[in-house]
């Protein structure tokens, strides 16, 4: 599956990071391809352009605060999970794909 | 009343002053009327009294308050021409005083620590006066009064009881004589001094022979007229004048002493262990008997801030607070408490949590103050080994030595105008000499005394200058020296004397011409000859310099280099006449930014000019204290900087990582910009290529941690930032990262906790690790406890990605279970240096 991913978390020192690490690592172990902007203290990094969205079958929101252009995304299937979730237990996200 | 035909003139008057017909309006009053020949009196229609109007004491006994409603009678040759007069006087000139009451210091909001934070702690709020924390066993001390019966007095003659009284004052003058000769501190000389000055008073002794007259036995005399002048003073609206009345009271009482035998009773103690002083008041004899090796803090219940006991335990370092309500009762004698005095409560020390904190806290102060001795041992010093003076800005004789301590390598800057805030009268000459020659030797370094400096926007009561519409160009720093000539010939002998102790140095304020200068070295000039004359020590090359605030000077610099020896840049001065924008004026504040490319062109034409001229620049404004600015300053090639004590070892160590050759090439640069943006941009991007302070730094790695708690696991690495001068305010960093720990748990599993915050109020970007003994419940992901604590402290306005870079990618190595088991494995902290530099690619020192 082609999967765009956006993660925010409020300071965007780390848990922004620690939960992207997480979705493109169990991405790669089941299979998918997935690229994950962040949103941190650093702005956006590793952003999403029209293309990748577009082709793209649904987005992971993995954040615990309001993200920039979420307007790109208005055609596409959206699943949110608080930050935490993607860190803890990031298959149970994926899981959420097939339903 | 007065003979005389005429009838008086009456009419009434409601105070308009807030605070009363206090000290300095009753004084301000007496003044007034005095240029009559009338006479004058003022009935209280609250109280009743009357008084004579040109009697300060007396008005002040008067008691009128706000809102008071008065009759003023007046009768003698000029009475119309005077009520006229008088009237227009209490409805202009006495309503400005409450402009110029000075506001209640309000304390500031804090962030308690979490430890302290449990509703099982009883804290007793107060108001701290002397910074510090006490630990020790509360010793309470009885109330002195002037109440009790005396022993067994029966009067003799007139003249025995005279004698009696004048030999009970020479015992006392003599003992304060013999204690004043012992070698003290500049406050502890000053108190005594004050109570040798009660002794010496004519209204205090004509006050006891009119007692005795009335045939009153000495002790008699005594009670009555300590309790004449103590009701006097205490019924000031004044708070100063109010907290004399503890020094009378004490007087009279060791007078009455040497008359009637013991009076101190349980006021006065011995200590035998550490303790802290548990009062109503303390009178200041008592304070200076006490044995200051188990003195360790004071709580006092009423005493003010200008209180004598409060002014020594400043002086002494003895942590203490005011304003404690009832402490005497509450505070059991016996129990063991702790004064703190840096966030204004007692705490009883019996609960084990309160007992654990104080002890890392005092732990942690150890460990900082050593920290910084490393430090301040060592010269600022370029990379390419310029050297540039980092002094220290001070407003009293006693802060030089802990400036010194922070490593200030000379006293930039002494306001001396902070001796004369709050006073009702000028600083004496002595008072002066003994702040500055304080400096001179707490310093051991060169010290700049700046004559006072005061204005429209400084208001200082004792001057009663006018207030004005646009007091940042009226009447203000040197402007007002020829008009308060006496004072200003004072503080110039003061500072003279001084200069035969250290090397000091004397700078005025708010010169814009040559004629100013002028005048100012011939007033010196006139004082060092009349210290010649009578053979007084002095300095005769007393280097004179000015402030440069006026940007007339700027353009004038090559006849002032003739006339003077150095100067300072006073930046904000300067870059709000430059910017023509007043800086308490919100809507435009902004304007007032010192990296204005054109004022940094301005403050290079400044030093070049004087440089050209071989005289010394530094600068001591707040453009100094910024360490954002550091590279611009160390640009423009100033001599020296002066800013306040604590900035000074993050400002030192940050000069050792610049080169001035590149700091002279982004100046070059910046002046060129057109744009404040343009500079701020430049600046970025030159510090980002910069090496700022490492990440990593072993002082921020602790081993065998003994925390119990997540709460003491975070204050641990906090207090570690706080030890390397990476934060001044722990306690704010703390309640940031618990604020952060409530939106979701840092537990990130597997024994990993990474608490983080994004705060200014951490000084440099830090990592800082904690290895715990034992592990403690985080409330973690997978609810397993923590032995591993990384904490994260950004800076918010960081605008360099490096560091956050690293971060992001410890954040995602986090997430490795190899990484993870690697660093729970490393038990020393080099090894867990080692690892982490490697692993996330960064240096450990600075390049």
Known sequence: MKIVAVTACPTGIAHTYMAAEQLEKT???????????????????????????????????????????????????VIQVPVQEAIKNPKSVFLRLQG | MSPGSSNPVEFGFVCPLSDGLHARPASQMAKFVAEFVSQFWLVNQRTGTSANLKSPLAIISADVRGGDTCSI???????????????????????????????????????????????????????????????????VVGRLSLSQPLNGDSPASREQEERRVERAIATLRARLQALLSRSMSAAEKAVLEAHQSILDDVSFTERITASLAAGQSAGEALIATGKYFISLLKSSESAYVRERAVDVEEICLRLLEEIDGPRFGSARVTLEEPSVLVAETLAPQQLLEVDRRWLSGLVLEYAGTTSHAVILARS???????????????LTPGEQIVVDA???????????????????????QRWRQQALSRHSTA?????????????????SGEESAAALAQGAEAIGLFRTEFLFLGRERAPSEDEQFAAYAEAARGAKRRVTIRTIDVGGDKPIPLLNLPTESNPYLGYRGMRIYREHQDLFRTQLRAILRASAVGPVQIMAPMVSTIEEVLWLKEQLGESQEDFERRKIAFDPLLPVGIMIEVPSVAFNLDQFSAEVDFFSIGTNDLNQYFMAVDRDNARVAKLANVRQPSFLRFLKHIVDAVQRNGKWVGMCGEMAGDVRNLPLLLGLGLHGISVSSPEIPALKRTISRFSVHEC???????????????????????????????????????????????????????????IASRTENPDHLEGLVWAREQTCSTGLGDGFAIPHCRSDAVKANSIAILKLDHPIEWDAIDQKPVSTVILLAVRESDTSNAHLQVLAKLARRLMNAQFRDEVSQLKESGEILTHLSRELQIPLQPQ
């Open chain 1, 27 to 77: 991405a790669r172990a089941l299979g998918h391809e997935i690229k994950v902007e962040t949103q941190g203290a650093m702005g956006i990094e590793n952003e999403l352009d029209e293309n990748e969205i577009r082709q793209a079958q649904v987005a992971i929101f993995a954040i615990d605060i309001e993200i920039e252009k979420r307007e790109r995304f208005r055609q596409l299937k």
């Open chain 2, 73 to 139: 009678r007046i009768l003698g040759p000029d009475q119309e021409q005077a009520a006229r007069a008088l009237e227009q006087f209490l409805g202009q000139e006495l309503a400005k005083e409450n402009e110029n009451s000075l506001p209640i210091e309000a304390a500031l909001p804090q962030t308690l620590p979490r430890a302290l934070q449990s509703p099982a702690i009883t804290r007793y709020p107060g108001v701290p006066v002397s910074p510090g924390i006490g630990k020790g066993k509360a010793v």
């Open chain 2, 316 to 330: 002494l370092g003895i942590p203490a607070i005011v304003g404690v309500k009832d402490a005497p009762v509450i």
């Open chain 2, 342 to 364: 840096n966030r204004g409560f007692v705490v009883p020390n019996g609960n084990p949590t309160v007992h654990r904190f104080y002890d890392r806290e005092w732990q942690t």
């Open chain 2, 379 to 395: 010269r600022a010093i370029t990379r390419d080994g310029q050297r540039i003076e980092v002094g220290a800005n001070i407003c």
């Open chain 2, 664 to 722: 002279r090439q982004l100046l070059l640069e910046a002046i060129e910009c057109a744009r404040l943006e343009e500079v701020d941009e430049l600046l970025r991007n030159f510090t980002s290529h910069e090496p700022v302070q490492p990440l990593l730094d072993p002082e921020l790695v602790i081993v065998n941690s003994d925390s119990r708690t997540k709460e003491e696991a975070i204050r641990e690495l906090i207090d570690s930032l706080y």
